[in-house]
């Protein structure tokens, strides 16, 4: 299994931090953003990775990330020229991934459920000849931003992209994996309403054929395209970098104060953080 990373775009509705840079090179607590969707992969054993960038901060993402061999894996980078949807960047990656599967992140996502599991699982069955696609959804308050999948039980009837009246609170996250096949599908999608080859397009097309499966996430999970969801994403990096550095591995016994300082650091631990 191959990974893309899909970090291109102009952020607009973050400007103007955006007015400089790339949205994925902006910082989540201690981190660029980039860093987040990138551990996603490779704490799966990805270690070939594309990155998918526009034209105007390629270089920077180079001279950030480097060719990733202190990320323990071998990056390369190709640019989108125009946004046209995250289809159409995917199917800029048909070469690089061959007959490969592939693990597909945005790059502005960020998890705290460590999805390895279910990572290996996909890529090991594709490798003994499974067909099809893995997405993951969260229930959260208001999906109207995401594509939105219509359960029967817990089987996946029909995404629905960024609909004004959603038939679930299931968001479909930034994370998808794909056999080869995916490809092809692009091959014969027609642009949306709004100029773009859409991904939901082609999860429902592989809904048609019988080919997805969902995972439910039981933990948080952000993107970081708004300045409501930027601040969101920056409290769940905090939490898992506290957790690693003050907590342990006991994740279940993780509360939060009112004052939203973790009950299971001190005031004299986080102080250390700033000296």
Known sequence: ??????????????????????????????????????????????????????????????????????FGCNLQFRVQEKAEGIAHALGLCRKYIGDDSCAVILGDNIFE?????????????????????????????????????????????????KPKNPKSNYAVSGLYLYDSEVFKIIDGLKPSNRGEYEITDVNNEYIKRGELTATILKKRWTDSGTFESLYRANEIAREIFLRKKFGGRNQESIKQKKDDTLKFVSEEQLSSLES
């Not at 998918?52 to 001279?63: C, S």
């Not at 003994?128 to 996946?156: D, M």
Request: charged share 30%.
């Open 1 to 70: 299994m191959k990974g893309i990373i899909l970090a291109g775009g102009e952020g607009n509705r973050l400007k103007p931090l955006t007015e400089y840079t790339n949205k994925h090179l902006l910082h989540i607590y201690n981190q660029p953003m980039i860093y987040f969707p990138l551990s996603t992969l490779t704490n799966a054993g990805i270690k070939e990775i594309l990155i998918i960038t526009g034209p105007r901060h390629a270089g920077m993402f180079l001279q950030l990330l480097g060719e990733g061999r202190k």
């Open 113 to 161: 459920d460590d999805l390895s599991k279910e990572i290996k699982e996909f890529a090991n069955a594709s490798r003994e000849g499974a067909k099809g696609a893995r997405i993951f959804l969260k229930e959260i308050e208001n999906p109207q931003r995401f594509g939105v999948a219509e359960l029967e039980g817990k089987k996946v009837m029909r995404i629905e992209e």
